[in-house]
């Protein structure tokens, strides 16, 4: 019977193209010889749209009609903009369309926004929208605060934001409110995790999205595809550990992307349905209508398909989309009473989902178990979203902790009973309130940074300094907060401060810390969040090369003060932004900024389970209180920590190999930077020099990932800021022992072995990433000279000021003159800013006799560090799953249920998320890096995990973002 279906579908389509090639639409047949309309104008001026109640046929394809908008917590603009601009309307007018007729329906589902617009609303208002809610007219999806990156969160990131918004909907809804599906339209692909920890073990029953692999789309909507019970959609089974346990519907919207075949957002296109209008078009739209259901059915596995009929911040009047929406609801079922295919109705994808259940129930279908991912998304050849993975490194990291920070001060604030009210320091902008505690903005504004276009990196500069801003005026309220649960908790009334380096936030990844800089004394606590003891060191900076630590019963803790380097003394200057500041201004400025600091001390802590200890260090004068870490001179062969020896090359100045003390396992050990040269649009070439894609405009973005060569240049031979070689140096200590690397100006990393810690920690530095223009050879002296050409705003390429040109021989001014002087052949001989003409000249006459300067723009570059070892690994490594279960990874390969796939980019298209770990190994000894924040990675090469840690681009990916990530 199914097989006959599909075939009468077919048929079906064949027929509505011949029909519509034939046929002149009834508005363009002469007047005289018109027959009555196709359609009969309602006489009473009402139309019947149907909902999943009423209009289900199951002898026809049932069209499931979603109305919805997609609202970006923060993208273009930042997220109260969007909300004050945009989605208030939405959300406004959507419910005055909702209250007008209880058949009509609509799916939100950024709750963030929800929030915004609820805390505005009059107490009759906020009763008709739970009228609308209890009835199942207002529908949420998701739930959550925003629609999350799949991508860059940890778990933990995931959870508290769906979390918060279930209680957001509990708080002002009730039960009536709880989402059934899960709505991940826009993410750049879908993670094993999602499906099941954020799907079927939070409950929800079906997760649906717009974009796929296009090659991996391709079969799936083929016969091919289909004979192999591979379709558009499929039962995932996420999770390894809990297999069928934890299945969920789930898969791409069938029209493509997250729109549909229709579109009424006040753009044009409505339905006229008044056979007296010159504009009469309800035959063609109709026909339009049933032949995107018949072509889709060819795709569709079941009777029923599901249109989302919405896109970014639509509805803002939403009258146009309903209006519209309830003409072809009434005419396309219209022409299903008179015998059409076609049967159209208001519903949601809970709805839909509980239709294509009770159909494969009733006929008993079979669907195909998914187990893989869809990681990295392709959407052709050569555009595969895998930048994004990396994207804004800084703020992934600052969501990382601040997470890390609010679970610890959660425990802390149930423990300790302290409130709201004896914290008594709200934040100034809050995120919209959901609960009484002093957590609570802290919660919502890393919330809405997990946006799949916050921390993924994908939004514009000024959005991601916004993220940051919020979540840095929320730290304030908890650090305070933690204070006080910190004293009751221990019995203490000491003032309990923290390591903010200065009013501006928080800055705990530069090595500055006021607090403990400034003093001779203080007590630091540590907190373990854990549910095991932990053990750990802890470093703080410090004034002074000599401290003494004791534990909470006065007994010592053995301790050791390290010298800051260079590197890490520069990174607060930074943020010194000295465009028109006078030289005293800088000096000023730069004293301000300095790291007062001299070294860190570090000490080993042991803290509790959920619990905490207390250390005390002050400043000695006795050389036994403290050990101070010293430069290894005499270059040693070796470094080790009791479980772990690294073998050196003093002459490469590299590490060579690494050994395990203890089960006798060696291995080659290899650290390298490097950075691949980012493609703006053209040709890449193979290891070989073979060009490829050189017909593709596709270019690295915030979004993409597209390297010009396949192979990594070193980034000690940049010729910008490389170091010929690396430099090493070697510093030992009785705690750990540190081997500092520099390769370049912008890549730095510090190894560290710390006594019988079973693992080797690298702490890598990268940036500022070069960005200026790179200086060519001069080109041949034009002559001829024409005359000074003025500009405005001090830009040599600006505007024309063409009152204040001047002859060649006429002296240009060295301050507050910006231009350019023209030659011979139309040579431009540009000057610089503000400064009038080039150095060494003073008339144009002279400019245009002299050598002309050349520069080409800065390559984008995408920096990896890169760890060999001499693992035979046979191309497969393994990368976690949002901090959860490990992913097994085949270069060039994808999961079972791909299809047989070319990677048409070979080094973008191995790249995955890592969030916590990626790990090779040869069966019988493994390497495992584990991370405390996301980036992209991969074994492009046996042996050998790559991270790449840190991104700068000069051109835009085109994917709507429409700025260059320029981030240093």
């Known amino acids: ?426 934040t100034t902008r809050p995120s919209p309130v959901v609960g009484d505690s002093w957590t609570d903005s802290l919660e919502g504004t890393i919330g809405v940074a997990t946006h799949h276009d916050g921390m993924s990196g994908t939004e514009r500069q000024s959005v991601a300094d916004d993220y940051s801003q919020r979540i840095s005026e929320s730290h304030f309220e908890v650090e305070t907060g933690v204070a006080l649960a910190l004293q009751k908790i221990s019995g203490s009334t000491e003032a309990v401060g923290h390591c903010n380096c200065y009013s501006s936030g928080n800055c705990l990844n530069i090595s500055v810390c006021n607090y403990t800089t400034a003093k001779q004394t ?60 006078t030289a005293a201004a800088i000096t000023s400025a730069k004293a301000a900024l300095a790291n007062k600091a001299t070294h860190v001390l570090s000490f080993t802590a042991a803290s509790p389970a959920v619990g905490y200890a207390s250390f005390t260090a002050t400043a000695s004068t006795a050389d036994r209180d403290s050990a101070v870490a010293q430069r290894a001179d005499d270059q040693p062969p070796t470094v080790a920590n009791g479980v772990y020896e690294l073998e050196l090359d003093w002459t490469a100045n590299q590490i060579t190999s690494i050994k395990n003390l203890k089960s006798g396992a060696t291995s080659a050990l290899a650290l390298n930077w490097g950075y691949y040269t980012s493609n703006t649009g053209g040709c890449s070439y193979y290891d070989n020099g073979t060009a490829f894609g050189c017909k593709s405009k596709e270019a690295s973005g915030a979004y993409l990932f597209r390297p010009i060569n396949q192979t990594t240049k070193a980034a000690e031979a940049d010729p910008q800021e490389g170091m010929g070689k690396p430099t090493m140096e070697v510093v030992v200590g009785p705690l750990f022992t540190e081997i500092r690397q520099k390769y370049s100006t912008y890549a730095t990393h510090v190894v560290r072995l710390t006594q019988n810690m079973d693992f080797v920690e690298i702490e890598w530095t990268a940036g500022p990433i070069p960005g200026a223009p790179i200086r060519l050879p001069d080109g041949p002296a034009p002559g001829g000279c024409v005359g000074w050409k003025q500009t405005d705003n001090c830009d040599p390429h600006g505007p024309p000021d063409d009152g204040n040109d001047k002859p060649c021989n006429s002296a240009i001014p060295t301050g507050g003159a910006s231009g350019y002087c023209l030659c011979a052949k139309g040579v431009k001989v540009y000057g610089n800013g503000c400064s009038g003409l080039p150095v060494g000249s003073k008339t144009c006459e002279e400019a245009c006799s002299k050598p002309v300067p050349r520069s080409k723009a800065a390559d984008g570059k995408e920096v990896v560090l890169k760890i060999g070892t001499s693992l035979a690994t046979s191309s497969v490594f393994y990368t976690d799953s949002n901090g959860r279960e490990m992913v097994k990874r085949v270069r060039d390969g994808r999961g079972p249920s791909y299809p047989p796939l070319v990677v048409n980019e070979p080094v973008a298209g191995n790249y995955y998320p890592i969030n916590s770990m990626i790990s090779i190994d040869d069966g019988t000894n493994e390497l495992a890096v584990v991370i405390d924040t996301t980036v992209g990675g991969s074994s492009m090469k046996d042996g050998e995990v790559e991270l790449m840690v840190h991104r700068r681009l000069q051109t835009d990916d085109h994917r709507g973002v429409q700025e260059p990530l320029n981030e240093t």
Request: aromatic share 12%; glycine share 6%.
């Open 522 to 581: 203080f007590t630091v606590t540590a907190w373990n969040p854990q549910g095991w003891p932990v053990e750990s060191v802890i470093k703080v900076p410090v004034s002074g090369a000599t401290w003494k630590v004791v534990d909470s019963t006065g007994a010592a803790v053995a301790s050791q003060t390290t010298a800051l380097d260079n590197r890490t003394l520069e990174l607060p200057l930074l943020y010194l932004n000295s465009f028109k500041m």
């Open 1 to 426: 019977l199914r097989d006959r279906f599909w075939a009468r579908m077919r048929v079906l389509l064949l027929c509505m193209s011949l029909v519509v090639a034939t046929e002149a639409w009834w508005r363009n047949l002469p007047l005289y010889d018109r027959p009555d309309p196709p359609y009969p104008y309602p006489a009473d001026r009402k139309y019947n749209p149907a909902n999943e109640k009423t209009g289900i046929d199951e002898s026809k394809i049932n069209v499931h009609l979603v109305p919805h908008t997609h609202d970006d917590t923060g993208w273009q603009v930042t997220v109260d903009q969007y909300f004050s601009g945009e989605v208030y309307y939405v959300v406004d007018t959507v419910v005055d369309q909702l209250l007008k007729d209880p058949s009509r329906h609509f799916i939100y589902v950024e709750i963030g926004f929800f929030a915004r617009w609820w805390d505005e609303q009059p107490d009759e208002r906020r009763n008709a929208t739970r009228a609308l809610v209890e009835n199942g007219q207002l529908e949420f999806e998701n739930g959550a605060w925003c629609m999350h990156d799949e991508a860059a969160p940890l778990y933990t990131e995931m959870i508290d934001q769906t979390t918060r918004g279930h209680q957001f909907l509990l708080k002002n809804f009730g039960e009536a409110a709880i989402p059934r599906s899960t709505w991940q339209i826009d993410p750049f692909g879908h993670s094993q995790t999602e499906a099941w920890l954020l799907g079927a073990e939070s409950g929800f029953e079906s997760l649906y999205w717009g974009r796929t692999d296009y090659q991996d789309m391709e079969l799936r909507t083929s016969l091919k595809g289909h004979e192999n019970n591979q379709w558009p959609q499929w039962v995932w089974q996420g999770s390894q550990s809990l297999g069928a346990s934890a299945q969920l519907m789930a898969g791409q919207l069938g029209s493509g992307g997250y729109g549909t075949n229709i579109g009424w957002d006040g753009d044009g296109g409505a339905i006229q349905d008044n056979p007296s209008r010159h504009d009469y078009n309800l035959d063609e739209m109709v026909d339009q209508f049933i032949s995107a259901a018949i072509k889709q059915q060819n795709y569709t596995k079941t009777n029923h398909q599901m249109w989302a009929c919405g896109s970014d911040f639509q509805y803002q009047n939403a009258d146009h989309w309903f209006h519209n929406l309830d003409k072809i609801i009434h005419y396309v079922n219209l022409n299903a009473s008179m015998g059409g295919p076609v049967t159209a109705f208001y519903s949601t994808p809970a709805h839909y989902t509980d239709s294509v259940k009770n159909v494969t129930i009733t006929k008993d279908l079979k669907w195909e178990v998914r187990t893989d991912d869809v990681f990295p998304l392709a959407n052709d050849d050569h555009a595969y979203w895998s930048g994004y993975f990396t994207s804004r490194p800084s703020l992934k990291r600052q969501v990382r902790f601040a997470t890390n920070f609010l679970t610890s001060a959660r425990q802390m604030e149930v423990i300790s009973g302290v409130t709201t009210g004896e914290v008594d320091r709200p």
